[in-house]
């Protein structure tokens, strides 16, 4: 209903500034349905020309109008994003001038380059800003570009840590912004190894025909590829910055240390400053569908038990399980040895699901048919931005998926159980985990 609403608003300010004679016409039509008003006002703009932005003003988009971006980060995922139907890239920024010359010569057309992501936020002519950076720079980013006015396309993992995720979901909702996290399979695409959208999972687990509480477990058995490569190197030996990089800016928050090419670019996810390891790259991927399906999109684990053996204190290792437990039950066994050939991907008290979507409840398709669907979700994020409707998946909820991969990666780095308290966002009696919660970011930068 609020899609159509904010709809509404649009067409009614595009009516009211073009022509008098179209709003005697509106007068004859408000008194009528909803649907029939969007069907007499889409007739009526057939014949016109949509209003530009700049006169129905910022925050005001015509549904034909074409989204500008500005792109932070051009050296993987940034460039696989420059097409984007309903888009057009206006400017971009990276510290490697050799990434930035490369991609600014296969777009063309006078992109605006920069070397600074304030100067590309400040832009008027930018409408979203997309963050493709390594996760130690999501959340200063973030909040600088909704303190700008711009809407936000994140790369996964949301942020890197719990503080900074919670300050980007203080900045979004503060500054009015719609937020977009670059994971897509709680509402379209083959989940990994499921063989089916998350759609009938979801259906399954509201339907209660697995009982509760239930158990989901993260393995290669079930699916889901933990890719353990991402594992630092505990023996780097400093090395001269190449000439084209800003070593200095791309560490940005992060502590300083001497320069290897191996915590850059490509292999930077294999340290805790920056990112996770295997749990950084695919946690989102992988735990945002399970806490959609379980109905955890506003709550956190309670309980973090590890299996590991005892972490490096720079670079990112691999673990044997990782298991979160919720208050009502549920638990989510982050599987890394996948010695159990037979586990299966949901467990309950009444039923299993495998690998596949293959069950031991009898005739489970013909009885999902049958059932409703899952709430209709805001897929596409350019309606978001232009009608002003929070995306499928936004910054509140990708940021509990987040916690869950932070929650993991904390008790990893301390190597033993943590208790967490999802309510106010703090573990409990534990000073040492909440510190790093919130770790000290690298003068000048602060979120």
């Given at each position: 209903?609020?899609?159509?609403?904010?709809?509404?608003?649009?067409?009614?300010?595009?009516?009211?500034?073009?022509n008098p004679f179209i709003?005697?016409?509106?007068?004859?039509?408000?008194?009528?349905?909803?649907?029939?008003?969007?069907?007499?006002?889409?007739?009526?703009?057939?014949?016109?020309?949509?209003?530009?932005?700049?006169?129905?003003?910022?925050?005001?988009?015509?549904?034909?109008?074409?989204?500008?971006?500005?792109?932070?980060?051009?050296?993987?995922?940034?460039?696989?994003?420059?097409?984007?139907?309903?888009?057009?890239?206006?400017?971009?920024?990276?510290?490697?001038?050799?990434?930035?010359?490369?991609?600014?010569?296969?777009?063309?057309?006078?992109?605006?380059?920069?070397?600074?992501?304030?100067?590309?936020?400040?832009?008027?002519?930018?409408?979203?800003?997309?963050?493709?950076?390594?996760?130690?720079?999501?959340?200063?980013?973030?909040?600088?570009?909704?303190?700008?006015?711009?809407?936000?396309?994140?790369?996964k993992p949301m942020t890197r840590t719990i503080g900074?995720?919670?300050?980007?979901?203080?900045?979004?909702?503060?500054?009015?912004?719609?937020?977009?996290?670059?994971?897509?399979?709680?509402?379209?695409?083959?989940?990994?190894?499921?063989?089916?959208?998350?759609?009938?999972?979801?259906?399954?687990?509201?339907?209660?025909?697995?009982?509760?509480?239930?158990?989901?477990?993260?393995?290669?058995?079930?699916?889901?590829?933990?890719?353990?490569?991402?594992?630092?190197?505990?023996?780097?030996?400093?090395?001269?910055?190449?000439?084209?990089?800003?070593?200095?800016?791309?560490?940005?928050?992060?502590?300083?240390?001497?320069?290897?090419?191996?915590?850059?670019?490509?292999?930077?996810?294999?340290?805790?400053?920056?990112?996770?390891?295997?749990?950084?790259?695919?946690?989102?991927?992988?735990?945002?569908?399970?806490?959609?399906?379980?109905?955890?999109?506003?709550?956190?684990?309670?309980?973090?038990?590890?299996?590991?053996?005892?972490?490096?204190?720079?670079?990112?290792?691999?673990?044997?399980?990782?298991?979160?437990?919720?208050?009502?039950?549920?638990?989510?066994?982050?599987?890394?040895?996948?010695?159990?050939?037979?586990?299966?991907?949901?467990?309950?008290?009444?039923?299993?699901?495998?690998?596949?979507?293959?069950?031991?409840?009898?005739?489970?398709?013909?009885?999902?048919?049958?059932?409703?669907?899952?709430?209709?979700?805001?897929?596409?994020?350019?309606?978001?931005?232009?009608?002003?409707?929070?995306?499928?998946?936004?910054?509140?909820?990708?940021?509990?998926?987040?916690?869950?991969?932070?929650?993991?990666?904390?008790?990893?780095?301390?190597?033993?159980?943590?208790?967490?308290?999802?309510?106010?966002?703090?573990?409990?009696?534990?000073?040492?985990?909440?510190?790093?919660?919130?770790?000290?970011?690298?003068?000048?930068?602060?979120?």
């Amino acid at each position: 209903m609020a899609y159509i609403t904010e709809l509404e608003k649009v067409w009614l300010l595009e009516i009211k500034i073009i022509n008098p004679f179209i709003q005697s016409i509106m007068k004859k039509t408000t008194s009528n349905s909803r649907r029939s008003f969007l069907r007499n006002a889409a007739t009526i703009a057939a014949g016109i020309s949509i209003v530009p932005r700049h006169v129905l003003g910022r925050g005001f988009l015509a549904p034909s109008d074409q989204l500008t971006k500005g792109i932070i980060g051009v050296g993987g995922m940034g460039r696989g994003h420059i097409p984007y139907a309903g888009t057009r890239v206006v400017a971009i920024c990276d510290v490697d001038q050799k990434h930035l010359s490369e991609v600014a010569n296969s777009i063309g057309g006078g992109v605006k380059t920069f070397h600074d992501h304030r100067e590309l936020i400040a832009l008027p002519e930018v409408d979203i800003v997309h963050i493709a950076t390594p996760p130690h720079w999501h959340g200063i980013m973030a909040v600088d570009a909704a303190k700008a006015g711009k809407d936000i396309w994140c790369e996964k993992p949301m942020t890197r840590t719990i503080g900074e995720g919670k300050r980007v979901v203080e900045a979004v909702k503060q500054y009015g912004r719609m937020f977009r996290l670059n994971t897509w399979f709680r509402f379209e695409d083959n989940f990994y190894g499921m063989n089916t959208t998350v759609k009938p999972i979801k259906k399954l687990v509201e339907s209660g025909l697995l009982g509760w509480p239930l158990t989901v477990t993260v393995s290669k058995t079930t699916g889901f590829d933990w890719k353990f490569y991402w594992v630092g190197k505990t023996n780097l030996e400093p090395q001269a910055v190449p000439a084209e990089l800003d070593y200095d800016r791309w560490l940005g928050p992060a502590p300083y240390k001497p320069y290897n090419p191996h915590r850059v670019h490509q292999t930077f996810r294999g340290y805790w400053d920056y990112d996770g390891g295997g749990l950084g790259d695919m946690g989102q991927h992988y735990l945002d569908p399970i806490q959609y399906f379980l109905g955890k999109d506003h709550t956190s684990p309670v309980l973090i038990e590890v299996d590991a053996e005892q972490q490096h204190p720079d670079a990112c290792g691999t673990f044997r399980k990782i298991t979160y437990t919720y208050e009502d039950g549920c638990k989510i066994i982050l599987d890394g040895e996948a010695k159990d050939p037979n586990a299966a991907y949901i467990e309950g008290p009444k039923g299993k699901l495998f690998n596949g979507f293959k069950s031991d409840i009898p005739n489970l398709k013909e009885k999902l048919a049958m059932m409703p669907d899952p709430e209709p979700q805001v897929t596409n994020f350019l309606d978001s931005v232009k009608y002003r409707t929070p995306f499928a998946l936004n910054e509140s909820n990708g940021f509990r998926s987040c916690t869950i991969i932070n929650l993991g990666k904390i008790a990893l780095q301390l190597g033993r159980t943590l208790k967490f308290d999802p309510v106010n966002q703090v573990f409990i009696d534990d000073a040492e985990a909440n510190y790093l919660i919130n770790p000290p970011m690298r003068g000048p930068w602060t979120i």
